[in-house]
């Protein structure tokens, strides 16, 4: 629930008009919350043009007043950065540093999510990564035979008989992101962020959906990664510094739309 401080309320109504829950009544003395149905979106307080609505529980130290140096982006670089991201299938042994995935971690805490709820955990595995794998390997061998995929199968045969030197499954990924959440919307929204948060900080990533499919195969791969009904792996992300150097974008099919 927020809070508003009567001093500065200038009553402009400004943070009831943005109110989706309706959760702010407007009376003689100012801005007055209701808190019965506030989602803690923060609407009210980017709005108040007073700095007069506190969201308490928050970090107010968190809060950056707007900026055209600092918070525009020209929309033909935005595109094109956009267009020359690549999936990294080729990584090197070097180690991004901590706050570099800190940093990526903090693109998808800022990310949308439904109601607010803001009910994301993140899970990075650096440490045990080289025995995660094996693991990993097994349950997508589990849910390869269940699924009958024998694509799948041969890279898993692949993977074991050059006694893990041919890794078609992390690619010799440094870090792995496992993105939890009770559904997979707000995952996906926040793990596209970070991609492209990961490029901006030269490093490569890659979308693991296999790793997703092994967890889900696997009881002793969700007990690690302590999931829950409320918590369960919804997106993985492969992390490290790319072995390769891109010159160019590529072309796309031609864009299907219908405006109506």
Excluded at 105 to 110: C, S, T
Aim: charged share 25%; with cysteine.
């Amino acid at each position: 629930m927020i809070s508003i401080k009567k001093d500065l309320c200038t009553s402009c109504g400004l943070c009831a008009q943005i109110c989706e829950t309706r959760d702010i009544e407007m009376t003689d003395t100012g801005a007055f919350p209701l808190g019965i149905d506030c989602s803690e979106c923060g609407h009210c307080v980017a709005i108040c043009p007073t700095n007069a609505v506190e969201l308490p529980g928050y970090d107010s130290r968190e809060i950056l007043p707007y900026s055209k140096d600092l918070f525009s982006i020209d929309p033909d670089r935005l595109l094109n950065f956009m267009k020359f991201r690549r999936s990294t299938r080729r990584f090197l042994p070097e180690k991004p540093e901590r706050e570099k995935i800190e940093t990526i971690l903090e693109a998808g805490r800022f990310s949308p999510t439904a109601c607010n709820y803001q009910r994301l955990r993140y899970v990075v595995v650096e440490k045990e990564l080289k025995a995660l794998r094996d693991r990993l390997w097994e349950g997508a061998a589990v849910y390869a035979r269940g699924a009958a995929d024998e694509y799948l199968l041969s890279r898993y045969r692949e993977y074991k008989n050059s006694k893990g030197t041919q890794d078609a499954l992390l690619y010799g990924c440094t870090h792995l992101i496992f993105i939890m959440a009770p559904d997979e919307n707000d995952a996906c929204i926040a793990s596209s962020r970070m991609e492209l948060m990961a490029h901006a900080l030269g490093l490569g990533a890659l979308y693991l959906g296999y790793c997703k499919l092994a967890v889900e195969a696997s009881p002793g791969l969700q007990e690690y990664l302590g999931e829950t009904e409320q918590s369960k792996t919804q997106v993985v992300l492969a992390l490290g510094y790319p072995d390769v150097i891109w010159h160019r974008t590529v072309p796309r099919k031609p864009l299907q739309v219908e405006w109506k």
